[in-house]
């Protein structure tokens, strides 16, 4: 038998299924035996026996190991081929191995070190493909169950693009043969089907994710959709046909036509602005360099290293870091995106409600002023003619208390339509309206007082009147629930904003449970408007009684909803 010498890391064979000797002279010129590991990293080996022998005597000898045979049947339990080999000092020896792969591409990775070496390696080698693996478990987990949630596709073909790629992997590195042996369909071709389900949610993943469904036409749309269906026509034709080097050429070139596509696309959107497409050309720069390094070896003969071997694991395991990533940030934005439209909407319809309300106060105002008031002033008049008429008549006493009825319904009108809208609120303000609305207070108890502090600021006549409208609320609460003798509103005029005190000596922490949910029921108006505002509100109860703060900056934002705290804090 006649062996040719090789050089470089990697034996590439090629497709050929007869049997490949390798041969390996060892000679150890230390004064120390040394432990030695020859290894083959390569799975996929349908026939290997391996020989060690001094001179003509066979010192070991291992026959027809297979990627079928078990861990625990193998020299050493690993995923890959290796096999230890003791060696003294001085001693030469001569390793044979034997080789076969019947339906594909036979590769040839050889290591020869210590076993010290050999272990400390296959532990950090395995430990990042273990964790790589975990990474992807989780992601795809995470995104599968969010996907149940939220019912976005984009989170659904990520999944699948994890899940298929990692079986895929698990699959390639022999791990898969070992625990996986009861799906007959699923054996040798097992990284084929699951790498051809990648390239289809790859292509779905590109097109959910950078919305080309809003901007590119309906044909084109289909023609991806389409393209992405032809990988799922391959993962069926690998599934029901038996592997062969047929399929293994098939897939390869399917998935470079694929990379090409995605990385094409990536970039065409990344030229065009288009949201997220810098993310695709990101993930797409593994696969570019390995394209480089291929072309460059082709064209000038450099060699393949062992980096070479192992980059096209780490392509798709890249893209995935990187595409999760971004899929996660889109997410957040996404729902920071709904958060605030959510908060505008609802300022949109306080705003609403409160206008609203505001103009049928005024009709109603308007109403009782205009056409109740003249006509309580008619009944009035009349009432006073009829008296003078009826003057010394039994009767004439009963006018007179219905004068009296009259004239106090009229007052209470009055009242009423002020606190509908006090009159020229625009022209006279905030401070004024308060002082007059304390002032229109009943002389009985609870007796009001009214506080300014520092100098008066207009602000918004918008602000101004919601002011009036939560402060005119807590003093008819005072009025229905605080039992106090003594009550105050205060306007406290700071450099940077506007503080109104509301408090009372009543019962305060006193109160029966129905009175306190009668004043949160009450409460509700006060809070939707000082929220409308941007206003903070404090309300704190005590044995002493009850105080309200209210606190509005003098420079209110449009977004002051979307950035205020919760308005009440107990």
């Known amino acids: 038998m006649a062996f040719a010498s090789v050089t470089g890391d990697i034996l590439n064979v090629g497709y050929d299924p007869r049997q490949h000797w390798i ?13 030695l590991v020859f290894g083959v990293d390569f799975a996929h080996i349908d026939d290997l026996s391996f020989y060690v022998l001094e001179e003509n005597n066979v010192l070991s000898r291992w026959d027809h190991l297979s990627r079928h045979t078990t861990l625990a ?15 003294a000092p001085g001693q030469t020896l001569t390793l044979y191995g034997r080789f076969v792969r019947h339906h594909s591409v036979l590769l040839l990775p050889i290591k020869l070190m210590t076993q010290e070496q050999f272990y400390s390696m296959g532990f950090a080698i395995d430990l990042g493909m273990f964790m790589g693996l975990g990474i992807l478990l989780i992601a795809c987990l995470i995104s599968f169950l969010i996907f149940t949630i939220t019912r976005q596709w984009v989170l659904f073909y990520y999944a699948l693009y994890a899940l298929t790629y990692g079986i895929a992997v698990v699959s390639l590195e022999g791990i898969w043969g070992q625990y996986v042996r009861r799906i007959a369909w699923l054996d040798e071709n097992t990284h084929l089907v699951m790498l051809s389900l990648a390239a289809f949610a790859q292509i779905q993943f590109l097109v959910t994710f950078l919305q080309l469904t809003l901007f590119l036409p309906f044909r084109v749309i289909w023609a991806l ?37 995605v990385l094409g696309m990536g970039g065409w959107c990344w030229v065009r602005g288009w949201a997220g497409a810098w993310l695709i050309s990101i993930s797409q720069l593994p696969l570019l360099a390995v394209l480089v390094w291929f072309s460059l070896t082709i064209l000038f003969g450099l060699p393949r290293h062992w980096l070479f071997y192992q980059t096209a694991y780490t392509i798709p395991f890249w893209q995935l870091i990187v595409l999760g990533v971004g899929l996660g940030i889109s997410l957040i934005q996404g729902q920071r995106e709904a958060l605030l439209a959510v908060g505008q909407l609802k300022q949109e319809r306080t705003e609403a409600i409160i206008q609203t ?29 009829i008296s003078r008429q009826l003057q010394n008549s039994p009767v004439s ?16 009108l009055r009242h009423i339509a002020y606190n ?61 629930h605080a039992h106090a003798s003594h009550a105050a509103v205060q306007l406290l005029y700071f450099d940077d904003h506007l503080t109104i005190s509301v408090d009372d000596n009543g019962l305060g922490i006193r109160a029966t449970k129905t009175t306190t949910a009668q004043i949160g029921t009450g409460l509700e108006s006060s809070n939707l408007r000082a929220s409308y505002i941007g206003a903070r509100i404090w309300r704190e109860v005590s044995e002493a009684g009850t105080l309200v703060l209210l606190e509005v900056p003098y420079t209110i934002k449009s977004d002051a909803i979307r950035q205020t705290n919760p308005p009440f804090i107990n």
Request: overall charge positive; some cysteine.
């Open 23 to 35: 041969k390996c002279c060892l000679t150890n010129i230390s004064s120390k035996p040394k432990s």
């Open 225 to 261: 959709r389409g393209f992405a269906g032809v990988s799922i026509l391959l993962a069926l034709y690998f599934l029901i046909t038996p592997f062969s080097y047929r399929n293994s050429s098939l897939l390869s070139s399917w998935g470079l036509i694929t990379e090409f596509f």
């Open 397 to 412: 006493d009963k006018l007179d208390q219905l004068d009296a009825l009259v004239q106090k319904s009229t007052q209470d």
């Open 357 to 385: 309300q505001e103009a049928e106060r005024g009709r109603i105002a308007s109403d009782l002023h205009d056409d109740l008031g003249g006509t309580l002033a008619t009944v009035r008049r009349w009432v006073a003619d």
């Open 420 to 480: 509908l809208m006090p009159p020229e609120f625009d022209r006279f303000g905030l401070c004024y309206s308060l002082e007059q609305l304390v002032k229109k207070q009943p002389a009985h108890t609870p007796l009001f007082s009214f506080i300014v502090v520092g100098t008066e600021r207009r602000l918004p006549l918008s602000t101004e009147l919601n002011l009036y409208r939560i402060v005119s609320e807590l003093v008819q609460n005072i009025h229905k």
């Open 73 to 87: 049947s193998r020299p050493i339990a690993s995923r890959v081929f290796a096999f230890p080999v003791d060696i």
